[in-house]
């Protein structure tokens, strides 16, 4: 156990957490094909109460991050009401799931039908646009409805993200002014809504985005109702230690007091990553070893999408029993795919002796892993094992000592 608190590198990173390998050892000594997912389901109900619990306002769920209904159900079992929905399909999973739900459709481009049915089937009031376009589609699909409670969504910088969500959508600050006034004459409840982009490091980032909101509500004079600060809370992976998310939550509560808002003005976010990371993570077999390169089971066209295309780094743990005692090394994944495209560069640190048959787990795949996934090649996972041993990471890690106070190695 103690040569895998050393993979895991804990001395580098403050947040992780000792796991406990047992069940994923269970899993190697069945020697599955396939990659087998491992589900968290206490670690999602931890990130929603503490969500629920901690952050000033209102948390929706961002669903994109992962649409799994039984993530739908332990979120709402543990007190998220509302879900921030971007397609017709998203919204009728909700409420197929939770049908006592709040859908918020935060998508700035939709298509009419889909308004309509959200509407008129779905009961959804809450709707983002960037533009009067949008605003008209609203009004007309809506058949002229006067419950709507309207987000513009404004651009701001991601320049303190991992990942940028800065160039598709939101009004700039120019745009925003008539917007706001038109959008207002047409709500009944006004909001503005940002994304600073995902795995955003630092609250400054939301500090910046709200400065940018207090000019355009300034500029355009108008009374707004609602504040709604989007997601990009962090999760921790491998070299992204972010600091704890309730500075976030104390930034964007002192930013938010301060704006020149309506009296009874509500907070709301649409944290996606930080409720589910920890959520899930997959047992991976290799296939082949050639030099640093470990061909797996799973890749890009699986649960490691990011770890193909962006770079993202995700833990590893041999799972092997006795544990090794090499010295790590780092390691690079082909994924099972003919495509050169399915190799995911890391570097992964696994014990240099790590070789064909052996399995290990990638951590932290909760969010945009599992939702990512596709049929490419005739390679998924259809095997999902629940287990109450803690991720390898964990943002909420004094929520973690506090119910597993045995369990835990101090740094
Ligand atoms: C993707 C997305 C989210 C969730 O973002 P995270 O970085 O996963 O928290 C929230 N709101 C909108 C509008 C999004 O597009």
């Not at 704006?259 to 959520?279: D, F, H, I, Q, T």
Request: net charge negative; hydrophobic share 40%; with cysteine.
């Amino acid at each position: 156990m103690h040569q895998n608190h050393r993979a895991l590198g804990l001395a580098a990173h403050s947040t992780a957490v000792p796991s406990n390998l047992e069940r994923g050892i269970d899993i190697a000594k069945r020697r599955p094909a396939d990659p087998v997912t491992l589900l968290r389901p206490h670690a999602a109900a931890r990130a929603a109460r503490f969500f629920v619990e901690k952050f000033p306002g209102r948390p929706m769920y961002a669903v994109k991050a992962n649409p799994s209904a039984d993530l739908i159900q332990i979120l709402w079992d543990n007190g998220i009401t509302h879900f921030d929905t971007a397609s017709i399909a998203e919204v009728r999973l909700v409420k197929s799931v939770a049908p006592q739900s709040v859908c918020c459709f935060m998508h700035p481009v939709k298509s009419e039908e889909a308004i309509a049915e959200a509407y008129f089937t779905h009961g959804v009031r809450t709707y983002s646009l960037d533009s009067m376009e949008e605003l008209e589609k609203i009004v007309r699909a809506t058949n002229g409805a006067t419950d709507l409670t309207l987000c513009v969504r404004m651009r701001v910088s991601s320049e303190y993200a991992k990942l940028s969500l800065g160039s598709k959508f939101g009004v700039s600050l120019e745009e925003s002014k008539d917007l706001l006034i038109a959008t207002r004459q047409v709500a009944d409840a006004l909001g503005i809504c940002f994304h600073v982009g995902s795995q955003t490091m630092t609250p400054d980032a939301y500090s910046a985005a709200m400065e940018r909101v207090r000019a355009a509500i300034v500029a355009a004079a108008v009374t707004v109702d609602v504040i709604d600060v989007g997601g990009g809370f962090p999760s921790a992976y491998p070299g992204m230690t972010p600091p704890p998310l309730e500075r976030f939550f104390e930034t964007i509560h002192r930013a938010f007091e301060s704006l020149p808002v309506s009296y009874s003005a509500e907070l709301w976010a649409e944290p996606g990553r930080a409720l589910c990371a920890e959520y899930s993570s997959v047992v991976v077999r290799v296939e082949r070893r050639r030099g640093n390169e470990l061909y797996i089971n799973d890749g890009a066209y699986g649960a490691l999408f990011d770890a193909a295309h962006i770079g993202w780094k995700y833990p590893v743990q041999l799972l092997r029993e006795p544990a090794s005692d090499a010295r790590d090394m780092d390691f690079s994944f082909w994924g099972p795919t003919c495509d050169d495209l399915d190799f995911m560069q890391g570097p992964f640190p696994l014990p240099a002796d790590t070789n064909t048959g052996d399995y290990f787990e990638i951590g932290m795949l909760g969010a945009y892993g599992q939702a990512m996934r596709t049929q490419f090649n005739g390679f998924t996972c259809h095997e999902f094992v629940v287990t109450d041993d803690e991720p390898m990471f964990s943002v909420y890690r004094d929520e973690v000592e506090q119910a597993r106070p045995a369990n835990v190695v101090k740094l």
